[in-house]
């Protein structure tokens, strides 16, 4: 199993970001798909979520900004981040989870800069 990151880099406040996570080797449309993040020193937290009929999860502090979204044909989950803060600054991780396997990615680099 392999889920590919990719999209982050380095933003001003302000920006939008793409995310893109494409899974290989699992029975794509099973999973709940995730966005997690880490930033220095702290704990990896929930961004969002989205089951394979398309319900979707945020935290908090993302909901109106950041949006999430999966093609269940091409294996991808993507999330959209517009109205980006210094604090979304984080290693962001794709996951697959359906409770009795759970999959993460290597994670890709958001900074944003004020």
């Known amino acids: 199993v392999q889920l590919q990151a990719s999209g982050g880099g380095l933003v001003q406040a302000g920006g939008s970001l793409r995310l893109s996570c494409t899974a290989s080797r699992i029975l794509f449309s099973m999973y709940v798909m995730g966005w997690y993040r880490q930033a220095p020193g702290e704990q990896r937290e929930l961004v969002a979520t989205?089951?394979?009929?398309?319900?979707?999860t945020f935290a908090d502090s993302v909901k109106g900004r950041f949006t999430i979204s999966r093609d269940n044909a091409k294996n991808t989950v993507d999330l959209q981040m517009n109205s980006l803060k210094p604090e979304d600054t984080a290693v962001y991780y794709c996951?697959?989870?359906?409770?009795?396997?759970?999959?993460w990615g290597k994670g890709t680099l958001v900074t944003v800069s004020s």
């Open positions: 989205i089951t394979r009929g398309g319900s979707t």
């Open positions: 996951n697959a989870d359906r409770g009795s396997e759970e999959y």
